[in-house]
């Protein structure tokens, strides 16, 4: 018996190893959920947005390193995918998005809802396509799948709402060759970054995610160098637990240790890396770049010598031409000044900080109030959270608090828009990875605005009684926001949000809701949220004054903060 073109792409799915597909049904979709609801191993997983649907699928996939797949409907349905898409596009991570369409007689007739996907998609998708026969089956799906894997990237498929239940005339199983190739340079651009490198005295790492399959070759490097390590982000997983060259991440989350390792070296070896803030790059020293994309060697600072390839690969060719430095002085300092500056940070996230001397000074200049510290709030998580939990994080001061206190230690797991650097993103993307692994512990750290934006999901979360652990860092401000602004001297504007409780609107969804008000309270909230069976939202008032001092904060930064408190001030008199 002939297939329909719906059977044919979920028999496709399920061939993949796509259990999970995300999104809001539609009529143009009706053809592709029957045959996903006649099928045991696919499932649909509704959401109440498509945005959030999009998000879900884009964590599946940077957790599992495999396709993952969400539905939009015709019009609306696939428009609101956009920016989840756009997401996983930024992280690089292969997303299938099947979009549904108007009857294939009325396209281009501005019919009802009628939405140019082809266009709509041009920017954020390897690969569009829209299905206009039947017998374009399987190879337009194959080709669809080929190029979001192979490239790392956003497919999209769209399907007309007639042809779904349309068989083909010939029929044929699909075929899909997905092994990628590991490649390295050649020997003669290893021998020119060995020169450069065995002629360095001060070497300094600078290690992204894209070497975080190569953790062994990387430590290896960093102790044949005498090299400190600075981690991005994406890198603290996979680098931050059991590393005796780390010193942290640079730029606006980072600390001292990492920027004077940065600017103190006399040469630069990143590693599958393409850290964007061109500003906390050193300025003179050489640089060697390894990474598997060329399009990245040099486009962020100049290198001198860059190699195209596989980071673990490469390593292993470029290791035996290394010699070892034997001084470690450069190491030795910068970790010498790692380490008070993690105290300091400790310290800071104790309970009892504001009941010392140092405390009580900065808390009269910054929480005068003595609200929780979400410092305290994040290290008081890492305390709880299981070795192999996964950690999601809203863009924004979530973020900061995380990259902090929060360490990747065991088999710990971390996404986050880190690229896009969207809101909303960590509530769905925690729905999309508690689905990816039913039995380790899910943590999304959510600002309040972010999680308000998508709020509507967390009947997701209940419907499919995931148990996942919101924590909100309930500060009544987009908080990123009010920084940027205090540091350019403007006075806060706009980022008040008249926030609900959340603990509330939780426990009236059918979650456990859980609200933290005062810092003696702190601990035993956080307690009672990993405690609690199922769905948590732990919602923490915590102090809208809190100030994340970057690694290598400027008089320019000081001052504007200065002029800005004065402004405040002075508006709070007038009003």
């Given at each position: 018996m002939a297939r329909t073109v719906a059977r044919v792409i979920v028999d496709a799915l399920n061939e993949l190893g796509v259990r999970h597909v995300f999104g809001v049904v539609g009529d143009a979709l009706?053809?592709?959920?029957?045959?996903?609801?006649?099928?045991?191993?696919?499932?649909?997983?509704?959401?109440?947005?498509?945005?959030?649907?999009?998000?879900?699928?884009?964590?599946?996939?940077?957790?599992?390193?495999?396709?993952?797949?969400?539905?939009?409907?015709?019009?609306?349905?696939?428009?609101?995918?956009?920016?989840?898409?756009?997401?996983?596009?930024k992280s690089r991570t292969p997303v299938l998005a099947i979009c549904g369409q108007v009857p294939l007689a009325e396209l281009g007739s501005e019919y009802f809802q009628e939405v140019d996907n082809d266009l709509l998609f041009r920017d954020v998708a390897v690969y569009r396509a829209t299905v206009t026969s039947p017998d374009q089956m399987p190879r337009m799906f194959e080709s669809a799948v080929r190029a979001a894997v192979s490239q790392d990237g956003v497919a999209v498929l769209t399907v007309p709402g007639d042809l779904g239940d349309q068989e083909l005339t010939e029929d044929r199983p699909t075929r899909f060759a997905l092994d990628r190739a590991v490649t390295r340079p050649d020997d003669p651009a290893l021998a020119e970054a060995a020169e450069l490198l065995n002629a360095a005295s001060r070497v300094t790492l600078l290690v992204g995610r894209g070497a975080r399959d190569a953790r062994a070759e990387v430590l290896r490097a960093a102790e044949l160098l005498a090299a400190p390590m600075v981690l991005t982000l994406k890198a603290k997983e996979g680098f931050e637990d059991g590393n005796a060259f780390q010193v942290g991440q640079?730029?606006?989350?980072?600390?001292?240790?990492?920027?004077?390792?940065?600017?103190?070296?006399?040469?630069?070896?990143?590693?599958g890396t393409d850290f964007p803030y061109r500003d906390w790059y050193p300025k003179d020293c050489r640089v060697v770049q390894i990474d598997a994309r060329e399009e990245h060697l040099g486009r962020r600072v100049p290198v001198d010598v860059g190699l195209a390839g596989d980071v673990g690969a490469t390593l292993r060719a470029l290791l035996p031409l290394l010699k070892a430095i034997p001084d470690r002085a450069h190491l030795d300092d910068c970790r010498d000044r790692f380490a008070p500056w993690q105290e300091g940070q400790r310290r800071l996230a104790d309970p009892g900080h504001e009941r010392r001397l140092a405390g009580k000074l900065r808390a009269a200049l910054d929480n005068r109030h003595h609200e929780i510290r979400p410092e305290a709030l994040a290290a008081a998580v890492d305390s709880r959270a299981d070795r192999d939990a996964v950690f999601t994080s809203d863009t924004g001061m979530a973020t900061v608090w995380l990259s902090r206190f929060v360490t990747m230690s065991g088999s710990r797991r971390l996404i986050g828009s880190y690229n896009l650097g969207s809101m909303a993103n960590a509530m769905p993307q925690a729905l999309g990875a508690q689905l990816w692994a039913p039995d380790r512990q899910v943590v999304a750290f959510c600002g309040d605005g972010g999680l308000s934006m998508l709020?509507?999901?967390?009947?997701?979360?209940?419907?499919?009684?995931?148990?996942?652990?919101?924590?909100?860092?309930?500060?009544?401000?987009?908080?990123?926001?009010?920084?940027?602004?205090?540091?350019?001297?403007?006075?806060?504007?706009?980022?008040?949000?008249?926030?609900?409780?959340?603990?509330?609107?939780?426990?009236?969804?059918?979650?456990?809701?859980?609200?933290?008000?005062?810092?003696?309270?702190?601990?035993?909230?956080?307690?009672?949220?990993?405690?609690?069976?199922?769905?948590?939202?732990?919602?923490?008032?915590?102090?809208?004054?809190?100030?994340?001092?970057?690694?290598?904060?400027?008089?320019?930064?000081?001052?504007?903060?200065?002029?800005?408190?004065?402004k405040e001030v002075l508006s709070s008199r007038e009003d």
């Open positions: 009706n053809p592709l959920t029957e045959a996903i609801r006649t099928t045991d191993d696919v499932n649909w997983v509704g959401c109440r947005h498509e945005e959030a649907a999009a998000f879900a699928a884009g964590a599946q996939s940077q957790l599992s390193g495999n396709l993952g797949v969400c539905m939009g409907t015709v019009g609306p349905g696939s428009v609101h995918l956009l920016n989840g898409l756009y997401d996983a596009a640079t730029g606006l989350i980072g600390n001292p240790a990492a920027s004077h390792a940065l600017a103190k070296g006399d040469v630069l070896l990143m590693l709020l509507g999901d967390l009947m997701t979360i209940r419907t499919y009684r995931l148990p996942v652990k919101l924590v909100v860092f309930d500060n009544r401000r987009l908080g990123m926001v009010k920084l940027e602004q205090e540091q350019a001297g403007l006075p806060e504007f706009g980022t008040e949000l008249d926030n609900p409780d959340f603990a509330a609107v939780a426990t009236a969804l059918g979650l456990t809701g859980i609200r933290v008000t005062d810092p003696a309270e702190l601990d035993d909230g956080v307690r009672r949220a990993f405690d609690t069976p199922g769905p948590v939202v732990l919602d923490v008032l915590t102090n809208p004054e809190e100030v994340a001092v970057p690694g290598r904060p400027t008089v320019a930064q000081g001052w504007g903060f200065a002029i800005a408190k004065v």
